[in-house]
């Protein structure tokens, strides 16, 4: 008879291979076949017989590898049927297949949580259930990875569920509230379940309600579980924690037990569950967690499946039914592959008694085959043996280890509770630097914006400046042109006077010539009129002589000759003057030809004077006219940059922009100063309308004043109160409109006269008002002042720590006289180490003061150092504040280390004087640092005493700790007299008394927060600054301290305060 062993192994194996192939293609045809069945988009329930043959293969297959390869085809976003068969399916795998389902569904994890977000932000009725589903499975999915004890179905004995807790406190606070969780997440799903089918008006017995329904049998196991594990857990919990702190556990089961039993309830009175499910029932009032007795009388509900006897019908397409699980693969394949293996040996080597046979050959190659397995075996036995000594020997050295661990989990379990603290202070940190991080990128994309903005406003500006340079050009060969039409009139005007003056002078020499001929003919008259009077004397004579005797004859000849010569004389100068008159005439004549050319050319340069004045005129009128077309240019750019500035008060983008208060009130001064030069220039223009490049450039220079002022002006309004933020904003828009009204009346020729921005001048000094009461408190300094201020500030300082080395001096011999010993000897390391930081001090105020002066001169140039600090006001501030805070930290470390010395004080205050007069000192170098140059020694001198500063606070801090633990009187804990219930009551006072002093604390640090609050604001200092620019700022104003009122702790946390002590076990 044939044997199977007698096969070849050639033959074995390749039968093997074909046999696994066949049989992995019909498993896979049978799982396809069944999921496709189970999940479809049909609105009935799944059948059992599909989700059995799918969690068989699971089993088969020792995972879901299969199940999900499949499933991922299916489109879960295009049904919501679908996605909830799905579900549902998954939830009956997940707790009846195989246990590595977990680990391959948890890698699908991400997909659920997709597939949940998607249907959830749906108005489908299905959707919602299936977002509800998913949420459940991924809480079902992480608490058993997490828990990996506890298996899927929750089928687990009290004894693994106490493992699972173990022994501290805190583990089994986070498993309860892990518990909580999951049985609040199935209960939702139960309920909208059920509210939905009241909704519709559906019976359990239509296939749309038990589609519905389905999925709630596996609700209901898990529910019953969790239940159990919600009453050990919470009986345990307060075993070891008051009552006072699980009071919100215990409102959250009475919450889940209610809502438990109503379910329970309303399943157990439908039709489809009773044939179904077994449904147990929960007591009518829930567990007394106050008294420890009350665990006894709790019963674990348990749900029951009833076996059903009727077989199920098989579809037409349905094979055979499938074996459970393949347990032993040598006793199915040797019963049910033998017919099958007989045919393949008679089809390779034929019948038995049929041909040529060469079965001793076979035998004898199978007996050395034999021998050789037989020697394997021998050394693989060896060789198993040496392994199982050298496991063995692991063994003893890995429970030596194990022991050894044992040891140090206690150990372990307190450093875990202080990681687990720290890791909370690293996830708020994280939090924290998430929250900047986030603020940083808004502030990043702010300052693109507002670069964007910058740039855009910067071209704006360069095509404005542009323009105005041309019209500025345009201005200057006008008024070139009207200068040359004045020189020519200037010139018109000094030839007309030059012939006007020649003329003038003509007709003066000509009246001279004629009176110089009048008194000529004049003069001969007079001569005529002589002669002829001296003729007829001498004619009388003559007549007087003629009785005369004959001497008398010669005297009348003599007399006749002279007559002779007299009237020759006389036609003489009769000659000569008709020669005169004649030469008179023809100069009269000559002077008269030249009066009419005179005339005649006066006529023609009067003529020529004329034209060039209508020129002239028109030259006037047409510069007339382009002076007011570039004013109404001016104007109207003028209105569109005070339009574009109103614009951006609405502006969405604008609201992030913010300002401060003085750079407000210099925009409203510039605004002020240009308002009077637009009012000399408006003056100017209308004494001279020629000429309007005055009122131009301060038309110009208003609009970007203004509209400047109105932008920073609502800017500033974005940090302001409500009040002044609405009337600042107010104003602004009033400015606008003013503003807007004034050039309006400015382009008209009928209203310019009476144009005047005296209501524009009003609102902007409105504007500045509120930009000066908006300024921050402590800025009431006259900045000529401030120069002095800081001389005086630094001098008082450098006293203050003077006067604070004396008295450290007076105190340390005061001590040397009054105490000895032990206390003498804290004493004088606490004042050496005040002596020691107060010199460190004082070092770091001459090293700013000497950074302070290299500072000036090297920038104030022309300028005087008071005008220097008054430049730089909010340095100089800085600097003041700095210096009064480290003077009153000198003055208050002495104070403070004299109540220490003399026991009268807290040695507490001594610690925190020396930590504010570090961060005093470190505010004076930081304002110090701000303008030095980094290349300065004496900056790095500053820099080195500041360090030093550190140091010696440290020290003084040290020294002052040092004190106190030697002064410090301890007593030793002895408790060994006192019975278990005195130490119950003086556990329960100590618990009382931590959480006064919690509570007091946590009063002081709100006061603390409001302390520090309120001094940002007196400092002027912003608190967005504060949080966003001081890392320590920020971490003091915590959310918990700068609230008004503590917030109740929630209830998913773990208490933090009144836990039970870890008290380490007993060894014997």
């Not at 805190?170 to 892990?178: D, K």
């Not at 579980?225 to 959250?252: I, M, N, S």
């Not at 070139?480 to 020189?487: A, E, H, P, Y």
């Not at 700790?961 to 408790?975: H, I």
Request: proline share 3%; charged share 30%; with cysteine.
């Amino acid at each position: 008879m044939n044997s199977i062993r007698q096969v070849p192994t050639r033959v074995k194996s390749r039968r093997t291979e074909a046999n696994l192939g066949a049989e992995r293609e019909h498993f896979d045809k049978k799982q396809l076949s069944s999921i496709s069945k189970a999940i479809n988009s049909t609105e009935t329930p799944v059948k059992e017989k599909h989700a059995r043959r799918i969690i068989l293969g699971t089993h088969r297959e020792k995972g879901a590898y299969t199940f999900w390869s499949y499933a991922l085809g299916f489109p879960l976003a295009s049904s919501s049927i679908l996605s909830w068969k799905f579900c549902h399916v998954l939830h009956k795998v997940l707790r009846d297949g195989h246990r590595n389902v977990l680990q391959d569904c948890m890698r699908h994890h991400s997909s659920l949580v997709e597939v949940g977000k998607l249907w959830g932000n749906l108005h489908d009725r299905y959707g919602q259930l299936v977002a509800l589903y998913t949420r459940l499975l991924c809480t079902k999915l992480e608490f058993h990875v997490k828990h990996s004890e506890i298996p899927p179905n929750l089928e687990v004995t009290d004894e693994v569920l106490e493992r699972t807790a173990g022994t501290d406190i805190n583990n089994v606070f986070q498993l309860t509230v892990e518990v909580f969780d999951y049985l609040d997440s199935e209960l939702k799903l139960a309920e909208t379940v059920l509210r939905q089918l009241n909704t519709s008006i559906a019976i359990s017995t239509l296939t749309s309600g038990q589609c519905r329904l389905a999925p709630l049998i596996q609700v209901i196991q898990d529910c019953s579980h969790l239940y159990h594990f919600t009453v050990k857990l919470l009986f345990k919990l307060h075993a070891c924690l008051p009552a006072d702190t699980l009071q919100g556990h215990r409102e959250r089961f009475h919450d889940q037990f209610h809502s438990l039993k109503t379910f329970f309830n309303k399943a157990r009175d439908m039709m489809y569950f009773k044939r179904l499910i077994q449904i147990p029932k929960l007591p009518d009032s829930p567990p007394n967690f106050l008294h420890a007795a009350s665990l006894a009388k709790h019963v674990k509900p348990v749900v029951v499946i009833p076996d059903d006897d009727e077989p199920e019908q098989q579809d037409d397409d349905d094979d055979e039914p499938e074996p459970l699980i393949e347990v032993s693969d040598v006793s199915t394949s040797s019963t049910q592959a033998q017919p099958q293996q007989f045919d393949i040996f008679d089809q390779t080597f034929g019948p038995p008694n049929g041909g040529f046979d060469d079965r001793d050959l076979q035998i004898e190659s199978l007996k050395r085959d034999l021998e050789l397995l037989r020697a394997e075996l021998e050394r693989v036995k060896a060789e198993a043996q040496r392994y199982i000594t050298q496991l063995k020997s692991q063994i003893n050295s890995l429970e030596a280890e194990l022991e050894e661990q044992r040891a140090q989990k206690q150990r372990a379990l307190v450093e875990n509770e202080q990681l687990r603290m720290e890791l909370e202070a690293t996830r708020r940190r994280n939090a924290d630097h998430e929250s900047l991080q986030t603020t940083f990128i808004e502030a990043e994309k702010r300052a693109q914006a507002t670069e964007q903005r910058y740039n855009k406003l910067k071209d704006k500006h360069s095509e404005l400046v542009a323009s105005h340079a041309e019209l500025l050009r345009k201005s200057a060969d006008t008024v070139k042109m009207l200068s040359v039409t004045q020189q020519t009139q200037e010139e018109v005007e000094r030839t007309k006077q030059q012939l006007s003056f020649e003329v003038d002078r003509i007709k003066q020499e000509a009246d001279m010539k004629l009176e110089e001929q009048k008194f000529e003919m004049e003069k001969l008259k007079r001569e005529l009129e002589e002669k002829m009077a001296e003729v007829m004397r001498i004619k009388a004579t003559l007549q007087s002589s003629e009785m005369t005797s004959e001497q008398m004859n010669s005297s009348m000849t003599a007399l006749q000759a002279e007559k002779e010569r007299l009237m020759r004389s006389v036609s003489e100068k009769e000659a000569e003057l008709s020669s005169l008159r004649q030469a008179a005439q023809v100069q009269q004549s000559s002077l008269q030809l030249e009066r009419e050319r005179s005339s005649r050319e006066l006529g023609e340069l009067q003529g020529k004077l004329q034209e060039k004045v209508s020129l002239e005129e028109q030259m006037k009128q047409k510069l007339l006219e382009e002076q007011f077309a570039l004013l109404q240019g001016t104007i109207t750019e003028a209105e569109n940059i005070i339009q574009d500035a109103v614009a951006k008060l609405d502006d969405p983008l604008h609201i992030r922009c913010t300002s401060s208060p003085d750079y407000l009130i210099s925009r409203a001064e510039a605004t002020l100063g240009s308002i009077d030069k637009v009012k000399k220039g408006h003056a100017d223009y209308l004494h001279n309308m020629g000429d309007a490049g005055g009122l131009l450039r301060a038309l110009t220079q208003f609009s970007h004043l203004a509209a400047d002022t109105i932008i920073n002006g609502s800017a500033t309004a974005h940090m302001a109160p409500t009040d002044h933020a609405d009337r600042l904003t107010e104003n602004c828009r009033g400015c606008a409109t003013q503003s807007l009204q004034y050039l309006n009346d400015l382009k008209s020729k009928a209203t310019l006269q009476r144009a005047d921005p005296a209501s524009i001048r009003i609102i902007v000094q409105k504007i500045l008002h509120l930009g000066q009461e908006l300024r921050p408190k402590g800025m009431d300094v006259r900045q000529d002042e401030l120069g002095d201020l800081v001389d005086k500030e630094m001098a008082s300082t450098s006293a203050a720590i003077e006067e604070a080395v004396r008295r450290i001096d007076e105190m340390m011999n005061q001590a040397r006289k009054d105490t000895s010993g032990v206390k003498l000897e804290v004493n004088e390391r606490i004042l050496n180490s005040c002596t020691d930081l107060m010199k460190a001090i004082r070092m770091l105020v001459i090293a700013s003061t000497d950074l302070q002066k290299e500072i000036v001169e090297g920038g104030r140039g022309a300028a005087t150092i008071k005008e220097f600090y008054a430049r730089n006001s909010r340095w100089t501030e800085g600097l003041i504040s700095a210096a009064k805070a480290v003077g009153w930290g000198a003055t208050e470390m002495v104070e403070s280390a004299d109540k220490v010395v003399l026991h009268t004080g807290k040695y507490e205050e001594l610690i925190v004087c020396s930590h504010e007069i570090a961060a005093s000192t470190a505010q004076l170098v930081a304002a110090s640092k701000v303008k030095a140059d980094r290349s300065s020694k004496k900056l790095s001198v500053l820099q080195q005493a500041s360090r030093h500063v550190n140091e010696m606070a440290a020290n003084v801090v040290a020294s002052t700790k040092t004190g106190q633990e030697n002064l410090e009187e301890k007593d030793t804990m002895d408790f060994s007299g006192m019975s278990l219930i005195k130490l119950r009551k003086e556990e329960m006072e100590s618990q009382v008394k931590v959480l006064e002093l919690e509570s007091q604390l946590g009063n002081e640090r709100l006061r603390l927060g409001e302390l520090r609050k309120k001094h940002y604001e007196l400092a002027g200092v912003p608190l967005e600054q504060v949080s966003e620019g001081n890392g320590e700022a920020s971490s003091l104003a915590h959310p918990v301290t700068m609230s008004p009122k503590p917030s109740k702790p929630a209830l998913m946390k773990k208490p933090t305060l009144s836990q039970k002590p870890l008290i380490p076990p007993k060894f014997k």
